[in-house]
């Protein structure tokens, strides 16, 4: 007999929803046939049987959420020991839509990753689902301030008990990890807040379509009101000259034309930033309660637009590698992130965010921080403007940048200085290559 | 090896019949070993004969007050040998369905005495010229009445009774002094006086039914008062003889001594743990007085050996001992088992019956708690008064800061069939407002639960 494992999709997952049985009891499978879908926030992945047999029960019924990693989701009668299938990448979008036609570099501001896991598993599905808590748990929860979201559960089928909450820490939150970020405790800090009905707020029912909040939705929903309320964040603006870049990229495109390859202005803001946190790596940390994590590399994150919401691929150790890797990268990522097909770990743990919305004209915004970085860079349009040099009024291409800080990590004078680290990488690209 | 197995359970009780199920379903093998009857105490000698002998008592005294139904009956009369009959075949039917589970389920049942010798790994089992060997002991011995020969406590099979010669005498005598007010000496009381016997009752502490809430004991000594049975409270006994005819009972109570004079006296002050002669001290077994120390998932200590119900302490209850066991084997199978800690209720047969769980209003002070109370009476509950079942009440006891039930209380008819319904809500960790939520069906006696609950938090409806 073999037990079927809920595989971990990535080092760092905990549970996901089993979305889809592709064998029922009776089955025979050999080993590489895909037996099951597993959703997470970002990704669905399908399970593969490693051994052969006839499937004896399915344990965990389709569409359960909240399914633990290595917890028995089914049996197979035959010979062998247990062993967790190994998951691979999926290509079916649960969206069936075709790719709405964004381009690669067309993110768009407040990226959300999902939170980094800590040891112990929250209760709670990581779409930020039902928690299930006994009453008495609720009460004392509410009483001494413990977010629920942040407690694993040790009752029957993980039910948050009085125990769990007694040894819970007030104001303890969803991430024991060094990466995260504090969040101050409110008993509604994680749980949706409660909001009259539209029906009490005038807008009559029947007068609009209500489309169910999916996995990505709620995942966006949470992070952002999390970041949005506990992360102390303000806005530093610059404008930078973009002619030299402009004609630089030309260059480069001319030269990579025979490789297939096109560097993006979004390309270049990344390597720059890259460069940039190198050398004011003040900038390129995130705020724990331990103390500050001081990030070795710079792991960008590109925010891109997707049906339905957003995901944040990571170009990892930016600061290593050329502008037409960097392109190759970031297209190739977005173009998967489109699609659902990024592997959790594509999308998980970046320390640095870059948001453009330029190709809609914006001219600028600012972003939300995407915790646990500690800052984010959110670029407006290229634009023709004028600009005075010396006494005189002139033309040039301008874009406005604007990096949102988390106060806590990245004071005003340390985003001032990461800015004017940046600022001339773009404006004189030549410096990118030193 | 036909005499090694993946488990073997000594005493085939509720603890040890149901742990040897449980540890089939698991696919162990398993062997459990029986020195009598295969049920133990509890539905041979306890708990279900018990049962059996209260409910002819409590429909013979229904005959009594027929009329207050507008019902009559020529003359009321019982054969007490048919009585103590059906008592005796009901623990026979049960016993037989223990014999059918142990076969359905492949277990071995194995009659002798069990003797325990050091193994490899756990500890080996000798019954008789047999020696068994397991990944898993489990000792499930259970308890006895306690005697104190000393004083005369102490079975004579004629005139002086434990609960054993109380289930199956030849008539019904016509006056019985019982030593202790706890569960089963009440019960007693209640079934001999409801066949008509004189009973007195003696008890130590100050109050009858002393592990019960206060208000509990008081209630239920008045109504067992109004029954006839007679108490003395805060009577220590001094000495317990035979007269030609009965028995002699030397006590002293407020200083005062005295000697009652009864055909038979019912010993019911306690029980012991069945410890001895198994070898456990060599083995090293931790021993408390008369019961087997544990961890929380019943490991003695020594490597494969573990201990369950009431040979590893109190309270001394069936229902008790059968959740250690399934806690215990499923622990053993690397499950995780259903919480350990879940309130277990108590429950005494008499008439009124009673039903407790959790904290008493008492023992909450003792624990710095500051408790929310309330109560509600069943001779206002429409259901009761229909029944004319109006004695008694619910009292609740919550967690006055988080809310939390930690405590329910009944005194009344049938309340035992109740009491689950909070030890269910104090399992889910349930506060006031669950309770207060809950729709309790109309008419029946619960709604005084709902009620009581309501009454806590100064809600109450029908009063």
Known sequence: MTDIL?????????EGTLAKWHVKVGDTVSSGDVIAEIETDKATMEVEAVDEGVVEALLVAEGTE?????????????????????????????????????????????????????????????????????????????QKGVDLGSVSGSGPHGRIIKADIEAARPGQTKAAAPSAAPVVSTPASTAPRQVQSLEQMGIAPGSYDLIPLDGMRKTVARRMTDSFRDVPHFPLSVDIE????????????????????????????????????????????????????????????????????????????????????????????????????????????????????????????????????????????????????????????VMTVTLTCDHRVVDGATGARWLAAFKPLLEDPITLIV | MADAFDVIVIGSGPGGYVTAIRASQLGMSVAIIERTELGGICLNWGCIPTKALLKSGEMYEALGHLGDYGLSVEKRSFDFSAVIARSRKVAAQLN?????????????VVVGTARLEKGQGAPTVVVGARKLTARHVILATGARARTIPTIGLEADGERIWTYREALVPKAAPKTMVVIGSGAIGMEFASFYRALGSEVTVIEMLPRILPVEDEEVSRAAHKAFEKRGIKFRVGAAVKKLGKTKAGVALQIEAGGMAETLEADVCIVAVGIVGNVEEMGLE?????????????????????????????????????????????HCIEHIAGLKPSNLTSPIPGCTYTNPQIASVGLTEAQAREQGLEPKVGRFPFKVNGKAIASGETDGFVKTVFDGKTGALIGAHMVGHEVT???????????????????????????????????????????????
Do not use: C
Request: charged residues 20%.
């Open chain 1, 242 to 397: 973009l002619d030299e870049l402009l004609a630089a990229r030309t260059k480069i495109n001319a030269m990579l034309e025979k490789q297939g390859v096109k560097v993006s202005v979004n390309d270049m803001v990344i390597k720059a930033a890259a460069v940039a946190l190198m050398r004011v790596p003040e900038a390129n940390a995130s705020y724990t309660p331990e103390g500050i994590a001081m990030h070795h590399h710079a792991d960008i994150a590109m925010a891109v637009a997707v049906p339905g919401g957003l995901i944040t691929p990571i170009i990892r150790s930016a600061e290593t590698k050329g502008l037409a890797q960097i392109a190759t990268e970031a297209k190739d990522l977005a173009e998967r992130a489109r699609t659902r097909k990024l592997k959790p770990d594509e999308f998980q743990g970046g320390t640095f965010s870059v948001s453009n919305l330029g190709m809609f004209g914006i001219k600028s915004f600012a972003s939300i921080i995407n915790e646990p970085q500690g800052a984010i860079l959110s670029v407006g349009a290229g634009e023709k403007r004028p600009v005075v040099r010396g006494n005189e009024l002139a033309i040039a291409t």
């Open chain 2, 282 to 326: 060599d083995l090293g077994v931790k021993i408390d007085r008369t019961h087997i120390v544990t961890d929380s998932h019943g490991g003695t200590g020594v490597p494969g050996l573990y201990a369950i119900g009431d040979v590893a302490g109190p309270p001394w209850l069936a229902h008790k001992a059968s959740h250690e066991g399934v």
């Open chain 2, 96 to 108: 037989a369905g223990v014999t059918f589970l142990m076969k359905k389920h492949k277990i071995e």
């Open chain 1, 66 to 142: 909240g399914v633990k990693v290595n917890a028995t989701i089914a049996r197979l009668a035959g010979e062998g020991g247990a062993a967790a299938p190994s998951p691979t990448p999926k290509t079916e979008t649960p969206a069936a839509k075709a790719p709405e036609p964004v381009k690669a570099e067309a993110p768009k501001p407040a990226p959300p990753t999902p939170a980094p896991q800590s040891a112990a598993a929250p209760a709670r599905a990581p779409e930020g689902d039902r928690i299930f808590a006994s009453p008495l748990a609720r009460r004392i929860a509410e």
């Open chain 1, 6 to 14: 809920m595989p971990a999709l990535s080092p760092t997952m905990e």
């Open chain 2, 417 to 463: 069939e109740m009491i689950q319904g909070y030890a269910l809500a104090m399992t889910l960790e349930a506060t006031e407002e669950d309770i207060q939520a809950t729709v309790f069906p109309h008419p029946t006696m619960s709604e005084a639960m709902h009620e009581s609950a309501l009454d806590a938090y100064g809600k109450v409806l029908h009063i």
